[in-house]
């Protein structure tokens, strides 16, 4: 039998293929943000990292030390500038690191060959790797379908909405259990009555690292009808190939295969205006511009930078964007 072993990885991979070499796969970016963030943050910076790079970086190098991982797999391209030397200082402290590239072009024979290649590493065949992409989109399915009672039924919440489909980039390390609480979570907001219909927004961009924005925006009479990023993880399109799956899937690709899924949901899901978030230092502060640029719609950037509640300044921003646009 093999032994299974805890497999990190920093941002959305075809997971398929831990879970067929039956192992548990860990998104650090979620190990960082449901731990001790703050001072996870610090500890890197006693380290030496310096304060003007991302919080995320910071927060998912103690992350990764402190999940007792086996293995970590950095997707080195299609996420994040910062990959490449995160992994060399994780592999500094004797982690098990493996390389991972989207294609800089959607190809679909470089995606084939570079799953091909995490394949034969996990020692798992492509037959193996179908048959649990079948089995994950069996509750992605579900997923579409909670989805759905957000924008369509108005039985869950922006933040529910975010929750679920955040943590199915890893299903929790396990698909089985995150299933039987994500039944357990549809068929009480089934129940439910609908929630008035309000501002209908979207939120574009890397999950927040503000521990409290969806409820402040609820309270300001605003409703995230669309989790852009969140839902890209949840791999929506339940498209019956591997590699077609991890093609459709935008966020590693350029930002008008994001424009184009973007524009599409804010007209299926009327949405009247949109909240697109940053995080300081990161290179995705590029993108938004031309987010803002292409999309026609009342636009606010946020900017966060470190896990905590939304400060004055940020909240007096999104106060008179409800006024202007409420
Ligand atoms: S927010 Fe940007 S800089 Fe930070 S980890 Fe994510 S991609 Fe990298």
């Known amino acids: 039998m093999t032994t299974k072993n805890r497999i990190g990885f920093t941002t959305s991979l075809p997971i398929e293929v831990i879970l067929a070499a039956g192992h548990i796969p860990v998104d650090i970016n979620n190990r960082f943000v449901t731990g001790n963030a703050v001072q996870n943050i610090h500890l890197a910076e006693q380290k030496g990292f310096p304060r003007t790079l991302c919080a995320w970086i910071k ?5 990764a030390l402190n999940s007792c991982l086996d293995e970590v797999i950095g997707i080195i391209q299609g996420d994040c500038s910062n990959t490449h030397s995160l992994l060399d200082l994780l592999s ?5 690191i493996f390389h991972f590239s989207f294609p800089a072009e959607r190809d679909y024979d470089a995606l084939n060959q570079e799953i091909k290649r995490l394949e034969e590493h996990f020692e798992v065949s492509r037959e193996q790797t179908q048959q649990m992409k079948k089995r994950l989109d069996e509750i992605r399915k579900k997923l579409v379908l ?3 009672l957000t924008w369509k039924e108005r039985l869950v919440s922006g933040a529910e909405n975010h929750y679920w489909l955040i943590n199915s980039s890893d299903f929790n390390g396990d698909p089985d259990i995150y299933e039987e609480q994500l039944d357990s979570f549809i068929k009480t907001a089934q129940n439910r009555d ?22 402040v925006i609820s ?24 590699v077609d799956q991890y093609l459709a899937y935008t966020y590693p690709y350029s930002v008008f295969d994001r424009l184009q899924d973007i524009q599409n ?4 899901r009327k949405i009247d205006a949109i909240i697109s978030y940053t995080q ?34 940020t909240l007096l921003r999104l106060e008179s964007f409800f006024e202007i646009h409420g």
């Open 265 to 268: 949901q804010l007209s299926n």
């Open 194 to 215: 609908p929630l008035p219909t309000r501002l209908r927004l979207a939120y574009l961009g890397v999950p927040p690292i503000y521990q409290n924005l969806y409820e």
């Open 219 to 242: 309270d300001l009479g605003g409703d995230i009808l669309f989790n852009e990023v969140q839902r890209q993880f949840s791999m929506p399109h339940l498209l019956p190939d591997i």
């Open 146 to 148: 909670l989805d759905e």
């Open 92 to 96: 500094e402290e004797g982690m098990k």
């Open 280 to 313: 300081s230092f990161c290179h995705l502060q590029l993108d938004n511009i031309l987010l803002k640029k292409h999309l026609r719609l009342p636009f606010l950037t946020l900017e966060g930078d470190q896990p905590e509640e939304i400060d004055p300044r």
């Open 59 to 63: 927060g998912n190098y103690i992350a």
